[in-house]
């Protein structure tokens, strides 16, 4: 081959195709909005949509582009329902502006004024000059991207001199697609709660949630306990009647916290899944190298097996030359009796070799067929004690037949709990009892799959069938059951027997299955 390094190439250039594919993939999907851009020293009265939810939501603002300091906002809002009325994980109201590039500003908080709707005043600047202008239900006040619940959005402007005011209809932004919102650990507010407790305090837990559901816990313990001990530190002071000034200072520090922790396991979370990524794009370089080597060593071989018989076949090809020199020499000499003996050796030949095939395939056929007799009678035997056998495994758990071969379903019972691999001691003894009935049934593979429901992260499900197929496995190699008839199996929660809407349809779903295959080589 002229490049040996070409399928090395052609292999790492399909792997990076398709990390590129997969992270196109996961882009998220732009929201559109209106833009409007204000002119300078021109007042302009801008009026708010709300949702056909709570149509009550009114909103205007009055917007003026100065040279010192940028555009001002002047915005009130009424009859805005309460933020804990839209779902689970909504705590407060955020103003943005959103650039024609899709940059989105948080402008600020809209603070609450009511017990029951939500009326209040908000004035700020901002440096753009045009932008659309949208308010969303929050977490909380220091949040970074809009959500998705938008409650208010600008209209088409009015000038107070009635010239035109520009827009730019259908600007694209990427808001927050969380699945945070929808998540069942998501904090509620319940209505008693948002009477009494300060805002700055709930949008604080709103915080601590944010971060947990990012993996905290995992990437960023240590900041995830700081936010959690000034929010601790901000409830203790509100319940010992500090003032609201010191409470919601010691509750914004919480949810400064909490972005912390949040963005450092975004970013841990993230290093880990590149690693993990480099890794499985590692692995896959290594199988086409090692095929590429696999495929040269083949190719060499054929050169070698070529070269022989292109040497046999010029051997041939000289002895062919000489037998007819020799032949034409003695052609005068003797060549009727040269001509019969010719006849006569092929007609011999022809004879013999018949013979010999006929003799090879006889007993080839008869040893085919004593194989089959053999193979026949010892699956008939097999067969024959397979209801004993089931009914022996019936002392170990629940026994059924499918067509992948007899199937054991281990008790739960025989584990310490439902997210553990440890066999317990009376389970012990049980897979010891099962290892000498396999060891006497030596003609069956034994495939063993573990299963679980789909409850808890990913990954430690994986690594939890996986320890309880390998525990049952090892159990059974050490009694005598040779390793080359087991294969386990770990599958998390990939093949549930029901669907995971019920505690029992997931107590049905933890099930380690043995399943017994007849095998005659």
């Known amino acids: 081959m002229k490049n040996p390094n070409l399928l090395k190439l052609v292999a790492l250039s399909l792997v990076l195709l398709a990390f590129g594919l997969s992270v196109i993939g996961q882009v998220d999907v732009a929201r559109k909005t209106t833009a409007i851009t204000y002119p300078l020293d021109e007042t302009v009265k801008v009026q708010f949509r709300g949702t056909t939810r709570f149509p009550r939501m009114k909103g205007e603002a009055t917007v003026k582009r100065t040279t010192r300091s940028g555009t001002r906002i002047e915005l009130s809002v009424d009859k805005m329902p309460r933020p804990f009325e839209l779902g689970a994980g909504y705590a407060t109201y955020v103003v943005w502006a959103i650039s ?36 969303t239900a929050e977490p909380h006040f220091m949040v970074t991207r809009p959500s998705q619940a938008i409650m208010l959005e600008n209209l088409y402007p009015v000038a107070q001199n009635g010239q035109r005011i520009p827009t730019s209809p259908s600007i694209s932004y990427f808001g927050n697609s969380s699945d945070f919102f929808r998540d069942p650990r998501t904090p509620e507010i319940a209505e008693t709660d948002y009477a009494k407790t300060p805002s700055a305090i709930l949008q604080a837990k709103q915080a ?8 905290a816990e995992r990437d960023a313990a240590t900041e995830l306990a700081e936010a959690e001990t000034l929010l601790q530190n901000a409830t203790s002071a509100w319940q010992a009647g500090r003032d609201a000034d010191t409470v919601d200072i010691a509750a914004r520090r919480s949810i400064e916290a909490s972005l912390r922790a949040e963005s450092m396991a975004q970013q841990r979370k993230s290093a880990r899944e590149k690693r993990n990524e480099q890794i499985r794009n590692d692995s896959e370089i290594r199988a086409a190298e090692s095929k590429y080597t696999d495929a040269q060593s083949e190719i060499a071989d054929l050169k070698q097996e070529l070269a022989r018989e292109t040497r046999n076949r010029e051997l041939a090809e000289r002895d062919a030359m000489n037998y007819s020199s020799q032949l034409r020499e003695l052609r005068d000499e003797n060549g009727r009796l040269r001509e019969e003996l010719g006849r006569t050796k092929v007609e011999v030949e022809t004879a013999n070799a018949k013979l010999a095939a006929a003799v090879a395939a006889a007993e080839n056929e008869r040893k085919a067929v004593l194989a089959n007799n053999d193979k026949a009678s010892k699956e008939a035997e097999i067969r024959a004690a397979e209801p004993g056998l089931m009914n022996s495994l019936k002392a170990f758990g629940t026994v059924s037949k499918t067509d992948r071969g007899i199937v054991l379903t281990l008790p739960e019972t025989w584990w310490t709990s439902t997210r553990s691999s440890t066999l317990i001691n009376a389970a012990s003894g049980k897979l010891t009892n099962l290892g000498d009935l396999l060891v006497s049934n030596p003609s069956y593979r034994i495939t063993i799959e573990s299963h679980t429901d789909n409850a808890g992260d990913a990954n430690a499900i994986q690594t939890l069938t996986e320890n309880r197929a390998y525990a049952v496995a090892e159990k059974l190699a050490a009694i005598g059951v040779q390793e080359g008839r087991i294969v386990a199996k770990g599958l998390g929660a990939s093949l549930p027997a029901f669907p995971n809407t019920t505690a029992a349809n997931r107590a049905k779903n933890r099930r380690v299955q043995l399943i017994l295959s007849l095998y005659l080589p």
């Open 208 to 215: 601590v949630a944010l971060a947990r559901f990012a993996g």
């Open 100 to 135: 024609p590039a899709g940059q989105a500003d948080n402008l600020g908080e809209i603070r609450r004024s009511g017990l029951f709707f939500i009326d209040s005043k908000l004035a700020v600047t901002t440096s753009l000059q045009t932008f659309a202008i949208i308010i």
